[in-house]
């Protein structure tokens, strides 16, 4: 087996010895080293093998210039975009099949930084001071492992020589993994993007075994945030192909600050990129407000029919003026979205607390909420309605046909554009 290169991201002036160790058990395990010195103010300890000088020349700024600064919050974008675009040139390249980094506070965020900006399947380990915390602004969306180094890391001893040694380890294994994620090929089945609520589940299931039944693999997102931003930077990245957005609550919560928000791009990337979708309105009827007393209604919500997800986070269902902001911020969104595309309205609820017998079922101002998404998607889109709650099994049904008929229609039409062989 070829030998694999494990890029060792440190500030070498205050981490010198601990990668420099890191170095050593990564050869004695069979993977190579490559240090990449993210420091900039005092002389390395260590030999690097790509310089601080070439970081920050990579990252648009002489090192002498962040030197004269003398600040290392001030240098740390700067080196963290430096890396970054070595990195993924030699990532692209092939040379490099895992990352370690090595930090506290300002080390995390600056390594971390690096490790979001690299492809999803490449091994990354971030051994941390902080790792034992809420990490989640640290890995974001990206399959980070977090190892807590529980000492300080300044200094070699016997407990800080065995958490390195594990590191190594860990990413060296990592790097032998023959399972490869790979990009669709042209003309092959894509890999299908599920979005998912509790709401929704049992129709997310049902959706996953259909098209398995047809031949298609899927990956499912929980729709808090994090899930779909995850599956739309998939989709950018080449992994996901096609998608069936069952759940937009993270739309409704990013108008109304709840906790499942999505971020500004949400909805668009798809369409942008000329994939495969059918939409669909699942739990955006209700938002997901995280209380700070359990059981305790904010003021905000007393007037609003609502259902205790659990003991500290609060489902209000949203009135009608508020569900005509959310179909307008969905028509926004969607405006990219040239074609390609189907959205699918269930009349009779969007998730198990709106369906007949839910505990905020409220057809009226369903169908207010309907109407006016109608009215606010491009013509591009096809709407498609049917007299029938979210999680109903024909309704799934119908909806995994329709986006399988439209994955289809764009291979036929790829072939069909396809350039003629040259005899």
């Not at 050869?27 to 920050?56: C, F, H, K, Y």
């Not at 640290?138 to 399959?143: A, H, L, Q, T």
């Not at 791009?265 to 309105?281: H, I, S």
């Not at 709407?383 to 109903?392: G, I, K, M, S």
Request: charged share 20%; net charge positive.
């Amino acid at each position: 087996m070829p030998t694999k290169v494990i890029a060792v991201l440190a500030t070498l002036d205050t981490k010198g010895e601990e990668a420099e160790f890191l170095r050593e058990q990564l050869e004695a395990l069979g993977s190579r080293a490559l240090l990449v010195d993210i420091g900039v103010m005092n002389t390395p300890a260590t030999r690097a093998d790509v310089t601080r000088a070439q970081v920050a020349r990579a990252g648009g700024t002489a090192l002498a210039a962040l030197k004269a600064g003398k600040s290392r919050e001030a240098s740390q974008p700067v080196m963290s975009a430096g890396a970054t675009k070595v990195l993924l040139q030699r990532i692209g390249k092939g040379e490099v099949h895992g990352v370690i980094g090595l930090g506290g506070l300002q080390g995390t965020a600056a390594c971390t930084a690096v490790m979001r900006a690299l492809p999803y399947g490449l091994p990354k380990v971030m051994v941390s001071t902080v790792a034992s915390g809420d990490t989640s602004s640290y890995v974001g969306i990206s399959d980070i492992t977090m190892m807590f180094s529980v000492g300080d890391i300044i200094g070699l001893n016997q407990f800080m020589r065995k958490v390195l040694a594990n590191a190594a380890g860990a990413a060296h294994g990592m790097a032998q993994v023959t399972v490869a994620l790979q990009t669709r090929a042209r003309g092959s089945k894509p890999l299908i993007g599920i979005s998912n609520l509790g709401v929704l589940t049992r129709g997310t299931l049902l959706a996953i075994e259909l098209f398995r039944q047809r031949g298609y693999e899927s990956i499912v997102f929980h729709a808090v945030g994090t899930g779909g931003r995850a599956m739309e930077l998939m989709m950018k990245q080449g992994i996901i192909g096609a998608v069936f957005d069952y759940a937009m609550g993270e739309i409704s919560d990013e108008l109304f600050h709840g906790l499942r928000a999505g971020g500004a791009e949400r909805l668009t990337v798809a369409g942008a990129l000329g994939l495969p979708q059918v939409l669909c309105p699942g739990g955006s009827e209700h938002l997901g407000i995280l209380v700070s007393v359990p059981h305790q209604l904010p003021d905000r919500w007393k007037d609003h029919a609502h259902v205790w997800h659990n003991e500290v986070v609060l489902a209000p269902r949203l009135n009608v003026r508020e569900l005509k902001m959310v179909a307008r911020e969905v028509g926004r969104r969607l405006q990219s979205t040239r074609g390609n595309a189907v959205l699918m309205i269930p009349q009779l609820g969007t998730g198990s607390y709106a369906m007949p017998g839910g505990p905020m079922n409220n057809p009226k101002d369903d169908k207010a909420y309907f109407t006016a998404l109608k009215a606010a998607v491009p013509s591009t889109i096809e709407v498609v309605e049917r007299p029938l709650h979210a999680e109903d099994p024909a309704f799934v049904a119908e909806a995994v046909d329709r986006l399988i008929a439209l994955i289809k229609r764009g291979r036929t039409a790829t072939r069909r554009r396809r350039p003629a062989a040259r005899r």
